[in-house]
């Protein structure tokens, strides 16, 4: 039985923490923290785990823990991610990893010294059709990929301009979108960003800095163009699509159809979409865990790695700095920071 | 120039006499006859055609005339068709060709006689998907056929009990159906038929003998069972599929959607029905008259002969006849009426 | 801890063996019984079980075990229902219950008088896409069920005539649609059936009785026909598909797609089809259990009960008798038998 | 009748010669031009069309036509069109109608001044599909458009470097998706672009200066972002499709399936790709063409005009200035040439 300890117990968290507590065989939850008070205690005990605190360093002094997966917000995740590590546990962090390059290098570099797996929330690495997707580029079936698309809707983000950091849509949207481009062309790296983003869901949030909708194309050294695409609010439901096109062939991924069953009416042939990513995607956020949990045990080298963060990372700066300077940007150029 | 007479001014016939007015190269519209007054008139005024009559007679009499299509009720096909064939006139007549075997047999040995082509109204046969399935079928694609199925439902039949006679679902409607199972199971011919037929659409109606609902399953002498389906309303629009599976695969054919436009909104993802049979089949309505002004020219056989006609109609009788009895119906039995 | 004993190990029962010991909260595999030598027990080393035996009657003497898990062969079905029953364990058992009627009547009292949970294991109820077509005709959306149709093909059911009974391709296959068709129609039952079937798949097997192919018309008390519809050998997968079709509109479900992935290349637009139940059923094979071992815990009554698989087996019955007969057969004549 | 010459007899001219021969009522090709020795004479042979010649300005000169349709070379259209305006002939004028700004707005002058109608091929307007999506947009399903995507990838363009001109990929085909995306965003114009475009599909072609693969973010005044992608190799067919996404919902269009039919084997759920544009856009050449002759008849303004030709070239310009400065390049800045 793998002992995890969760930190952070929002909606992500609490929904890794039933599936360690409840969906993951061999796994147990061992503890929960949240700085809000009451928090952790409530889902603690919703889940029969014997411990809860308002403070991870307790968890992360457990010795009897093996791992954590760290829920918090974005900001701190960096500097949990190495006081994991230094204590010797096991990491699956939430994306992103970190906002900051060095961040990035440090909890990587802590890991690597700790000789811990560490993993980070690509979940869609875990779901049935990006990996099918992915099978078809790895066996040569989409060729030599050329065009890429990948795009994250949210059905409506509640957001609070005064709570959400201005760049959410990169470090926290769009960084799916760059690992899954990053996923679905494995034989190059991205070398320049233009991006060009908005407020175009509360215009009103512009000027509080707050963007709610971009467009990103990522230029790839095999030649490969992509675009990522994303947008706080889609009234039809949670919308994450993506497509790889190359000389052989194109695999495209993404059903927004919430079941199978389609319903005929006077106002047409209609299915209904699917409205949250816990339903989306519930099945890889399982999975996701469940590997994570087999890395601790086994000692494998997690699907979704620091360095794959810490590349997301890149071209979500990059992007950042496009739309501040109006240009693209050389993913070189934000290694200088 | 191929010089066509219209007999029968209802919507399909006026659509059948603008596809020989206006769409299909190599033809004119040389006659316009129906019993109504004024009918045939205001068509013919419309399509610059410059001859109109409430008397078919006067259209088989006119030397001019190299063929005629037959779109009168079909209670008057079978008549028309031997009328036509004895005046040397090539025939294209609607659907059914006949309600009576030994009116079909008279039809067909006129035509025979005449040396004259027959085609029948079964335009799925030049439907572009429907003749795909038929070519997966041809091509060893499916196999031998095991099971098979088609489907007509009309988005609202507007029938008065008074006007239709009672058995339309069969001789109007399922006639479609069964000559499409036959042509999608090429080497095989039925032997048996059960049928089940209500009022399901208009309760009150049963009454005054009118069913607008069936299901029929057909035997062929390969083995494959076949199911054929009928509704007088279908409130998501017309809806024609058909199905078959066999050995080595499966074709389906039939999308009711209007257009390849798709919405998405707060109801789901949505695709409009097509709301009539003109709507869907637009392309091999134009198609069938286009190949029988073809036929005409060059004497090739019709895609849908007389001899289809009749073994549609077998089933259909064999269909009314296992309503009547309640049990099943060999064809070989309708042959000894 | 719901305690429950696993009667039968072969893929279904190792399946359910597997989600009683790792996928659901709250129970745990505590027996596995199994008559091949060395079956049971190899499963219950896999799976931590403290228990394996070849005899079903110890885990029914085990006062530690709340419920019992019944995946042995069919014929097997109804006395060990019985026998669990009378040992007071909640019962949750593989279809068919039983294949006589009597069987099922016994089966059903033994659980009523012992005041014990009976679910049955039609797990299309616990598939998202048929529930939401389910909750489509239950909110109206549907209108007066008016036609129906379920079907079920095997990729390629490997079955040696000498070991499967003649009938199961109504005992075993169809009684899953004839459920659908009931559950999808829910304020009608089955008034009378007409059955064809054949050995189309091997024909070879006909004189030994194996039927592989088969349509049967159901007709019901509001008027409503449906037809179900199997084959052991779909080359492309395994599917399994629903519509009822009604006064107000219509719910389709099913979608034999292994996953939201489709490739494009030089042969066209291409989905993989799911080639298992266990695939395309997995979740619903996990929640039947769960929420079987939830109505252990709560006392409610399961959503698919004895009565149900009685009403199906009657169905069954019927369709039998019709193939025998060639006529169309009432319910109410397989209750005199 | 409407009399109509034709001038260029490509594959596309051929096509737009048959319509006016052949499929549309009221018109009738009067007149073939083509400089290429013999394949003027051969189009009009093989129609029925009693005049050919090598030389163009002889259609313009002759009085008894009514209108011209222009399928020449894109170099020669702007030219073309303003003589043909001069000679008072109405003009159907392929895309693009002019490389060069000037060019447009001389030949969009010569009309005014000559007040003939002027339309030009862009005829995904003329679509079932995309005309629905439009409709969508224009009725407020859509709600204030933000996020658009419009893509063009031809099967295999067949090119030989020394014939193709270098920016094809921006003048001939991403025209059609910048005029798509403004169409579908009807209350807002192109302010800004950024463009990347590469030799993927022929990288031997690159130092030859032929593009061949493209994506081109364009920024709308109301904020809107769209992406417009092409490539000359699609392996598995013709793929147009365009996106409009808003704040109350979205509309896709573009179903490259060649027929409604679908087959499943062994390999999965197929369905075959259209192959060329003629076939995918059958109706909607024919269509534009229809409604043109109606333009001339009746006097109507067209559906697509020369300030549309116009607007989507500046967009086209910027495109290919962005290319070559590896920056944005706002719209005001190529009017300024």
Same mark, same amino acid.
């Given at each position: 039985?793998?002992?995890?300890?969760?930190?952070?117990?929002? +909606?992500?968290?609490?929904?890794?923490?039933?599936?360690?507590?409840?969906?993951?065989?061999? &796994?147990?939850? @061992?503890?929960?923290?949240?700085?809000?008070?009451?928090?952790?205690?409530?889902?603690?005990?919703?889940?029969?785990?014997?411990?809860?605190?308002?403070?991870?360093?307790?968890?992360?002094?457990?010795?009897?823990?093996?791992?954590?997966?760290?829920?918090?917000? &974005?900001?701190?995740?960096?500097?949990?991610?190495?006081?994991?590590?230094?204590?010797?546990?096991?990491?699956?962090?939430?994306?992103?990893?970190?906002?900051?390059? %060095?961040? &990035?290098?440090?909890?990587?570099?802590? @890991?690597?010294?700790?000789? #811990?797996?560490?993993?980070?929330? =690509?979940? /869609?690495?875990?779901?049935?059709?990006? $990996?099918?997707a992915?099978?078809?580029v790895?066996?040569?079936?989409v060729g030599e990929p050329q065009l890429l698309r990948?795009?994250?809707?949210?059905?409506?983000?509640?957001? *609070?301009? @005064?709570?959400?950091?201005?760049?959410?849509? =990169?470090?926290?949207?769009?960084?799916?979108?760059?690992?899954?481009?990053?996923?679905l062309n494995?034989?190059?790296?991205?070398?320049?960003?233009? %991006?060009?983003?908005?407020?175009?869901?509360?215009?009103?949030?512009?000027?509080?800095?707050?963007?709610?909708?971009?467009?990103?194309?990522?230029? =790839?050294?095999?030649?490969a163009i992509a675009?990522?695409?994303?947008?706080? $609010?889609?009234?039809?439901?949670?919308?994450?699509?993506a497509e790889v096109f190359g000389s052989a062939g194109m695999a495209t991924?993404?059903?927004?159809?919430?079941?199978?069953?389609?319903?005929?009416? &006077?106002?047409?042939?209609?299915?209904?979409?699917?409205?949250?990513?816990?339903?989306?995607?519930?099945?890889?956020? #399982?999975?996701?865990?469940?590997? =994570?949990?087999?890395? #601790?045990?086994?000692?494998?080298?997690? $699907?979704?790695?620091? *360095?794959?963060? /810490?590349?997301?990372?890149?071209? +979500?700066? @990059?992007?950042?700095?496009?739309?501040?300077?109006?240009?693209?940007?050389?993913?070189?150029? #934000? *290694?200088?920071?």
């Amino acid at each position: 039985m793998t002992a995890v300890g969760l930190i952070g117990a929002g +909606a992500m968290g609490a929904f890794h923490g039933e599936s360690l507590a409840r969906r993951i065989f061999g &796994a147990r939850l @061992a503890a929960v923290a949240d700085p809000a008070p009451g928090v952790a205690d409530r889902l603690a005990a919703s889940l029969d785990c014997p411990f809860a605190t308002t403070d991870p360093s307790q968890v992360l002094a457990d010795p009897e823990i093996d791992a954590v997966v760290i829920a918090a917000p &974005a900001r701190a995740h960096a500097g949990l991610v190495e006081a994991a590590a230094h204590a010797g546990k096991a990491v699956f962090c939430e994306k992103p990893m970190a906002i900051a390059l %060095a961040d &990035a290098d440090r909890a990587i570099a802590a @890991a690597d010294a700790a000789g #811990v797996p560490l993993q980070i929330g =690509f979940q /869609r690495r875990f779901d049935r059709g990006f $990996r099918a997707a992915r099978d078809q580029v790895l066996s040569g079936g989409v060729g030599e990929p050329q065009l890429l698309r990948s795009l994250t809707r949210d059905p409506d983000l509640e957001v *609070e301009p @005064a709570k959400i950091p201005a760049w959410t849509v =990169f470090f926290e949207t769009l960084i799916h979108d760059f690992d899954a481009l990053r996923w679905l062309n494995p034989w190059a790296e991205a070398v320049e960003v233009y %991006a060009v983003a908005d407020a175009l869901v509360r215009p009103d949030w512009k000027e509080r800095g707050l963007l709610d909708t971009a467009v990103v194309l990522v230029r =790839f050294d095999n030649g490969a163009i992509a675009t990522a695409e994303a947008s706080f $609010r889609a009234v039809y439901g949670y919308d994450v699509r993506a497509e790889v096109f190359g000389s052989a062939g194109m695999a495209t991924v993404g059903d927004i159809r919430e079941s199978s069953m389609t319903y005929s009416g &006077a106002e047409g042939v209609v299915s209904r979409g699917s409205q949250s990513n816990l339903d989306l995607f519930h099945d890889a956020y #399982v999975a996701e865990i469940a590997d =994570f949990v087999a890395c #601790v045990r086994t000692g494998a080298t997690p $699907r979704s790695t620091g *360095e794959d963060a /810490r590349a997301a990372l890149a071209i +979500a700066l @990059a992007a950042i700095r496009s739309v501040e300077t109006g240009g693209p940007v050389r993913l070189a150029a #934000v *290694e200088d920071v």
